[in-house]
């Protein structure tokens, strides 16, 4: 199938060799072209200057940029992919972004008669490069039957949860039960650490009861470590609580402890925490500089 | 084995009845007395009238009763368990209480002779029932060996984590970790009911990744459904919280959000959800009456 990447950022780096090594024709963009020029001798595809050019004749465009403003211009800008797509091809979007981003952009495109999903994924730098992602998508099921079988190139499970929006809402509640747990993590290192109790004995035991988590089972020994460069950034975290925090603006849900663990961040990144990953919240608590 | 054990509530009455099933020669005591003959029945045991009588001869002695003050009041009061028990045999006590009163336990059986294990559970009810609790130990060694294989009968895993109050402080963590995590899940499940997502199918997905927990994979349907009678009390989580934040200030651990969800818990209890589980901070941030 012949398909457009844009946005070589750590996750769309290896998620567009996924597809290239898969089999399909795929042509990419980046913003900074060196980064275009070398996936292009990486894995053997093709590379734009402009987005539209990237789209051009595309059966799926993929997006997977920064933030809603990035995905804006990349779409509708005198540039974007909208200027190169055509009648019947799908655009699919893995930014974390806003869900009402989500809906204008799945409104404009079935203006022009292109399909569109929001498709936010989980796991991580690990999860692109080993291409066993969590998609959550949003959009209509014909446009996610043709999507499919292309996402499984790097993906373990892709679920369509709902209308236009849906997938970034589900992302939400993802990071919303993140920060709590990540908070009550760091609470529970910091504690033992200052009970002089042998935290990692302590946390091979817990791990596997009622408080047990994937972030306990692998984050305990990195911050029982002060190592905080396991993973999602701060900033990126930072990020996406801002839309969740708006989101619930909108939708009237009361999110306490999000809304805190949110300027705990912010205190992270006071602290020059920014590349930090989100564990560093423990950091914060032994007020720690890094 | 001949072994003692003082307080039959929803945990001690099933450990005490696979101490007897395991062919430990088994006396318990229960404050109500009706319960103790009720076991007696069920498990054909001998039951006492005080805890100093029941515990006369034992080589071992379990303690699981309330709080600190019941503690002291079963072990130390006029016919508490060391007026019963003789120099050479050992008291658990499976009690979640404080560290101080372990170590002040742990001196008094000294002086006498007697071994003493601080040993708070976890695994709920169902744990107990199944007899597949996970036993955080403080103590000695010596006091250890000849324990772990009699409370091998109710256990899946016990572990010698330090000196006396080791085995509170790692239950602290225990719940300090489960408190801002439930938080967190419920503000998630609330989130994704205000967004109008199918919450079931969100978190089926989500559980599978970085978010994922015991809890969220245990109670997130039962969360869904607005049902909180799966487990652990409130009452129970804020007799834990109490003892938690009182260590916190003694060793200086900041706990800010377990802090805040302790008040939240208290706004259940004023809304009648005293014998809620603990996931029934969700039902507050819903704002229903139970």
Chains 1, 2 share one sequence.
């Not at 275009?36 to 402009?50: L, P």
């Not at 029982?224 to 009237?252: C, P, Q, S, T």
């Amino acid at each position: 199938m012949k398909v457009a990447f844009i946005g070589l950022g750590v996750m769309g780096y290896p998620m567009a060799g996924h597809l290239s090594k898969a089999g399909h024709d795929v042509t990419v963009f980046n913003r900074t072209t060196a980064k275009a020029e070398a996936w292009s001798e990486d894995y053997k595809g093709a590379f734009a200057v402009t987005p539209a050019e990237a789209a051009k004749g595309a059966d799926i465009v993929f997006t997977c940029v920064g933030n809603d403003d990035d995905l804006r211009e990349v779409t509708c800008g005198d540039q974007g992919v909208f200027n190169g797509m055509t009648e019947g091809s799908i655009l699919v979007d893995h930014t974390t972004a806003s869900a009402e981003i989500a809906r204008e952009l799945a409104s404009l495109a079935a203006d022009k008669g292109i399909g569109f999903l929001d498709a936010p994924v989980s796991g991580g730098q690990a999860g692109a490069e080993n291409g066993v992602l969590s998609v959550m998508v949003g959009g209509d099921q014909a446009s996610f039957d043709k999507a499919e079988p292309v996402m499984d190139a790097y993906s373990k499970s892709i679920r369509l949860l709902g209308e236009a929006g849906a997938g970034q809402l589900a992302k939400m509640v993802n990071q919303i039960c993140i920060a709590g747990l990540v908070q009550g993590l760091a609470e529970g290192v910091h504690f033992a650490k200052r009970a002089g109790l042998d935290a990692a004995q302590v946390f091979d035991v817990i791990q596997h009861g009622a408080a047990g988590s994937w972030q306990m089972v692998n984050r305990h020994q990195t911050m029982i470590d002060d190592e905080y460069d396991f993973g999602f950034a701060v900033d990126w975290m930072r990020k996406d609580l801002n839309i969740v925090l708006d989101e619930a603006r909108k939708n009237g849900a009361r999110l306490p402890i999000t809304a805190i663990v949110d300027q705990f961040y912010a205190d992270v990144q006071e602290m020059g925490g920014n590349r930090c990953d989100t564990s560093s919240l423990l950091m914060r608590l032994e007020k720690r500089e890094k």
